[in-house]
């Protein structure tokens, strides 16, 4: 990322774990023992207030990132979905345009159901483009819909769509932000990014933030049942895997249900002030 971009950018945390929470209510979880001590984040955290994801497919924007956006919506704030295929080419029984047509109209129906908006881009599934038309595409939604904080596929994917995707939205943003950039809509600037924690993208991954959904997962995980490929019907089963990961990020965080998210470098920077 651009060091324009990493100028923008709110500094989050250092070496240690940030436990986030959008509840207004204290959390009476204890410290996890044996563990140094987190940094903790009540409601407080604005950048919440619109988040959108950034996605290869409509299936990683639901199942890896949906969980953040509908943290936004139930606590009165904006979420969309944007997905840079439609993954039609997922189906080995099924023809790619049929395919993709029942995923767009399953994450049109999954994201109804946690009122946010599904957006899409139709490059062709596994062809994304890594093009200067492909993020200005991106920049400008981020432009019309001006999200405080996207969520993304991390560079660190055996899936050549989710790498492409990484390289898109880290320029899109740049672009989104610089007002000398002329486009339909002004300029805006991105406060946070953070990488999803996704099955496929997991080389590198490191989580630093445990984001509580807990109010939210339930409803969460039944939107994602929208798609017929949630209970395994490509050959992985996502309901039992992201079901049972909000267990486990939960169990880290001290919260009943989490997710994982990888901050980008430049908001792990701390500015510490001497007396």
Known sequence: ???????????????????????????????????????NSGGQDKSFSNVMAIAAHPGDAFFAMGAPVAVARHFGGQGSLLSLSLGEKGSPTIPAEQYGASQREAAQKAAALIGAK??????????????EEAKFAVCDLIRQYKPLTIVTHWKGSW????????????????????????????????????????WEDA???TADTYLDITAVCDGWLNACSAFPMWHGETGFRYNDYY????????????????????????QRVQHIRTP
């Open 1 to 39: 990322m651009s060091p324009t971009t990493r100028r923008s950018f709110l500094a989050l945390a250092g070496g240690s774990a940030v436990a986030l929470s959008m509840n207004p209510e204290p959390s009476n979880a204890k410290q996890l023992p044996g563990q140094p001590p987190s940094k």
């Open 243 to 266: 079901g049972s990961l909000a267990v486990e990020r939960g169990c880290l965080s001290n919260f009943k249900r989490a997710v994982a998210l990888m901050s980008s470098a430049e």
């Open 159 to 198: 899936h050549k769509d989710h790498r492409a995707c990484y390289d898109i939205v880290e320029d899109a943003i740049f672009y989104a932000g610089l007002p000398g950039i002329v486009r339909k809509e002004p300029a805006h600037g991105v406060r946070k990014l953070f990488y999803a924690d996704n």
């Open 203 to 205: 080389t590198g991954f």
């Open 118 to 131: 599904a957006l899409f881009l139709q490059y062709p599934d596994g062809e994304i483009p890594i093009n």
